[in-house]
């Protein structure tokens, strides 16, 4: 009797846990890898990679990959004025490099 009140158990926390969390009428295939909510198919979210293909193994919810693609345009954003800030020092350093040596040459 014990073991079948366990088992009756197991399955309803089962069958709770395989529906989509934004549709609760739906099966759920996959879970989002960010927060682990179960999500049906339309829910399912993937990553692209540089070259455009999809990654599969990994999905997210709608809302998780939306804050994932923000992110990477921040990070994105951050990179490239992280490389303009470089580019500026490097370019600064040169010139004043070259002051100095056009200085020498006027000095000899
Ligand atoms: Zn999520
Ligand atoms: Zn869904």
Same mark, same amino acid.
């Given at each position: 009797? =014990?073991?079948?009140?366990? %088992?009756?158990?197991? $399955?309803? #926390?089962r069958m =709770? +846990? $395989?529906?989509?969390? !934004?549709?609760?009428n739906r099966d759920?295939?996959?879970k989002c890898?960010?927060?682990e909510?179960y %999500?049906c198919?339309?829910? +399912?979210? &993937? %990553?692209r990679?540089?070259?455009?293909?999809?990654?599969?193994?990994?999905? &997210?919810?709608?809302?998780?990959?939306? *804050?994932?693609r923000?992110?990477? $345009?921040i990070?994105g954003?951050v990179g490239?004025a !992280?490389?303009?800030?470089?580019? #500026?020092?490097i %370019?600064? !350093? *040169?010139?004043?490099?070259? =002051?100095?040596? !056009?200085?020498?040459? &006027? +000095?000899?």
């Open positions: 009797m =014990e073991i079948f009140i366990n %088992l009756k158990v197991t $399955i309803n #926390y =709770e +846990q $395989i529906t989509c969390f !934004f549709h609760p759920a295939t996959k890898i960010k927060c909510k %999500l198919l339309e829910c +399912q979210k &993937f %990553l990679n540089i070259s455009g293909r999809a990654m599969s193994d990994v999905v &997210f919810c709608s809302k998780c990959v939306k *804050a994932i923000k992110r990477r $345009i990070l954003l490239l !992280f490389g303009i800030t470089i580019m #500026y020092l %370019l600064t !350093f *040169a010139l004043n490099k070259m =002051e100095i040596d !056009f200085k020498d040459l &006027f +000095q000899i």
